[in-house]
């Protein structure tokens, strides 16, 4: 069983930044891609950013340009920066696990809040 915590949400103001983590309790080498959703108040969740094993990444087009994501995967774990934070960015952000066998994991979530 995979289990994920998320962590580093908070309050910030528009324009500021804020560092997501998420530590694995297993070796991240055994996703095939990890990930970062967010579900904002009465919205569907939606994809942010992701990186496969291999290290590619991809990113919604909202994101691009402004949030990173990267792996420590001595630490297993994904890290999502995000800067250039505007209210639009509001929401719960959850991390993704996907297995090999295409299983999904889910953490908790951390909720990200962007107001001045």
């Known amino acids: 069983q995979v289990q994920l915590v998320e962590s580093g949400g908070g309050l910030v103001r528009p324009g500021g930044s804020l560092r997501l983590s998420c530590a694995a309790s297993?070796?991240?080498?055994?996703?095939?891609?990890m990930a970062w959703y967010r579900q904002a108040p009465g919205k569907q969740r939606e994809f942010v950013a992701s990186?496969?094993?291999?290290?590619?990444?991809n990113y919604m087009d909202f994101v691009r340009g402004r949030f990173t994501v990267s792996r420590d995967n001595a630490k297993n774990t994904v890290f999502l920066q995000m800067n250039s934070l505007k209210p639009e960015d509001t929401a719960v952000y959850y991390c993704?696990?996907?297995?090999?066998?295409?299983?999904?994991?889910w953490g908790q979530g951390t909720q990200v809040t962007v107001s001045s």
């Open positions: 993704n696990f996907r297995g090999m066998g295409g299983a999904d994991y």
């Open positions: 297993v070796s991240i080498l055994g996703a095939n891609v």
């Open positions: 990186i496969m094993k291999i290290g590619h990444t």
